[in-house]
């Protein structure tokens, strides 16, 4: 509230954004350019992102888990008269059903999704985005997520076959996404400052991702194999702990051609898919 200062809480990783040039930057690469219209935030913090967004005439779903920053961010729409295109909801969006907001804010998906997201919780939101992207009969919840990410796992997530930082997490997003670097900001852009380097990233739904099958099943499978990433396929393979499956991926890698002796960091994520759908 206006006169009460604010203490940042480490465990909820809570450092904002308060370069300007740096959100103004934020919000080009989250709108793309689009007209005024819905928005999702997710961790609106003290507003660095969401009061340029209201300012270029944008409604604002902000999803907020500290209701400290939620009932402070609403005051400050008020006082600022912009309070009518914003809705500030309190919850973990972790756990929050984001379709079910977006309705009760009176808009329908796709919508832009954007954030600059604590680094603990940033590669399993990441990953519950995109699982609840794509729900059979439902329409795809968004058509745009633009999030600040540490450095690192924004470098694992854009990673391309062949390249150092190709992952399961590389896999996994860019088999439903597209992913791109937008550009990476320094600590002293926010406040308290942070120890790393964070990175903004941009990621659209493909129009035909390969199938997978099941998707637990697609990551499970990743993962299992990228557990001991600097092995052949043929080891990592041997190492499953499930043997019946193992036994149906190395069938599967004759059947599409792959080469057993290549590394988990040399297959492309349309191999990955096709081994999951052979498999599952």
Do not use: W
Not at 68 to 80: D, F, K, P, S, V
Not at 136 to 159: C, I, M, N, S
Not at 268 to 278: P, T
């Amino acid at each position: 509230m206006p006169g009460v200062t604010f203490f940042p809480t480490r465990a909820r990783g809570q450092n904002f954004l308060h370069d300007r040039s740096v959100a103004e930057r934020f919000v080009a690469a989250a709108v793309g350019g689009g007209a005024p219209g819905a928005i999702v935030e997710i961790g609106p913090g003290k507003g660095a992102l969401t009061f340029p967004l209201l300012a270029s005439g944008f409604r604002v779903l902000a999803i907020e888990v500290d209701p400290r920053l939620a009932g402070r961010l609403e005051e400050h729409a008020r006082e600022r008269g912009l309070s009518e295109n914003l809705r500030v909801v309190v919850g973990d969006a972790l756990e929050l059903d984001l379709g079910a907001a977006i309705a009760g804010f009176g808009a329908a998906p796709p919508l832009p999704i954007c954030g600059n997201l604590p680094f603990s919780v940033a590669s399993p939101l990441l990953l519950r985005l995109i699982e609840g992207h794509a729900t059979p009969g439902d329409p795809p919840l968004f058509d745009a997520l633009t999030l600040t990410l540490q450095k690192e796992v924004a470098d694992r997530v854009v990673a391309r076959r062949g390249e150092r930082d190709y992952s399961a997490l590389s896999v996994v997003v860019q088999q439903a996404l597209r992913a791109e670097l937008a550009f990476r900001i320094h600590p002293g852009a926010f406040r308290p400052r942070p120890r790393v380097v964070s990175a903004v990233i941009r990621l659209t739904p493909r129009r035909d991702p390969p199938a997978v099958g099941r998707e637990d099943h697609f990551r499970a499978l990743v993962r299992g194999l990228f557990a001991h990433r600097r092995k052949t396929l043929r080891n990592c393979v041997s190492r499953l702990p499930d043997q019946e499956l193992a036994g149906r991926v190395e069938a599967a890698l004759g059947t599409l051609g792959v080469d057993p002796g290549l590394r988990p960091e040399e297959v492309a994520v349309e191999e990955f898919a096709a081994l999951s759908r052979l498999t599952c």
